[in-house]
């Protein structure tokens, strides 16, 4: 129904938009799960240790992500040597063989930071609530058979915080997902905002809209999918189901 009702250039604008969507989540979603995990261990040091972490999950959970998204791409640049902001706003190639790599523009590059901080505040809360559901002699009992804090944390804790969290974890890789359509507000094309260019060109919003949120609902669900399919295995291989 929508194909006959759009132009193929039209199609293709929305297509080029969900596969920049696409790869910007999955960007966010593997910098944001590293980074919380980072700090999900940060928040579990003892006493004022443990204030650098609390102070970014504070600052990062408690302003609007498209404040925070205006600040990497607005207010950034201006703290940036004027040459650097230049350069980073032109276009780049590197030719690698028959390969042709482009810099990403400064709109996806601050898209991405922004969104990736952001995620990561909230999965380092879900971590931190698997780590909270270890009990502690289990860690006592890893240090009584010999193995390093490390190790312990390798090897016993997060296993299992891994386990409880990923439910919750997926959850975040949605929240992910459409959180990045706040980015069309900095300028960068992804789904949002390509549909918003087709319906100014076609004053067809029904159309636009709707193939938007057909494609964003599809991915939301390839999401919410493997997130269970993930998860049963996980509990056959620990013998739970």
């Known amino acids: 129904m929508f194909g006959d009702l759009l132009a193929p250039r039209y199609l293709h604008w929305l297509l080029d938009g969900f596969l920049l969507t696409l790869g910007t989540s999955l960007l966010v979603c593997v910098i944001g799960t590293l980074l919380g995990a980072l700090v999900a261990v940060g928040r579990q040091l003892p006493g004022r240790l443990s204030w650098p972490a609390r102070a970014y999950l504070s600052v990062l959970r408690n302003t609007p992500l498209l404040v925070q998204?205006?600040?990497?791409?607005?207010?950034?640049?201006?703290?940036?040597?004027?040459?650097?902001?230049?350069?980073l706003?032109?276009?780049?190639?590197?030719?690698?063989?028959?390969?042709?790599?482009?810099?990403?523009?400064?709109?996806?590059?601050?898209?991405?930071?922004?969104?990736?901080?952001?995620?990561?505040?909230?999965?380092a809360e879900e971590l931190r609530a698997g780590i909270a559901s270890v009990r502690p002699q289990q860690a006592e009992a890893?240090?009584?058979?010999?193995?390093?804090?490390?190790?312990?944390?390798?090897?016993?804790?997060?296993?299992?915080?891994?386990?409880?969290?990923?439910?919750?974890?997926?959850?975040?890789?949605?929240?992910?997902?459409?959180?990045?359509?706040?980015?069309?507000?900095?300028?960068?094309?992804?789904?949002?905002?390509?549909?918003?260019?087709?319906?100014?060109?076609?004053?067809?919003?029904?159309?636009?809209?709707g193939i938007a949120t057909l494609l964003y609902l599809g991915a939301a669900i390839a999401i919410e999918v493997a997130g269970t399919l993930i998860h049963q295995h996980r509990r056959h291989v620990r013998g739970e189901a």
């Open 142 to 209: 890893g240090l009584a058979l010999g193995l390093r804090p490390a190790q312990v944390w390798r090897c016993i804790i997060l296993p299992q915080a891994l386990h409880t969290a990923l439910p919750p974890l997926f959850g975040q890789y949605m929240n992910a997902l459409k959180n990045s359509s706040l980015a069309m507000a900095i300028g960068l094309a992804e789904l949002s905002y390509a549909s918003r260019q087709v319906e100014t060109e076609t004053f067809k919003t029904f159309q636009a809209f």
């Open 89 to 123: 706003n032109l276009p780049h190639e590197r030719a690698l063989g028959p390969l042709v790599l482009a810099w990403p523009s400064f709109e996806f590059l601050a898209a991405a930071l922004g969104l990736s901080l952001y995620t990561s505040a909230f999965i």
């Open 69 to 87: 998204l205006f600040f990497w791409y607005f207010g950034v640049p201006a703290l940036l040597p004027e040459d650097l902001v230049f350069w």
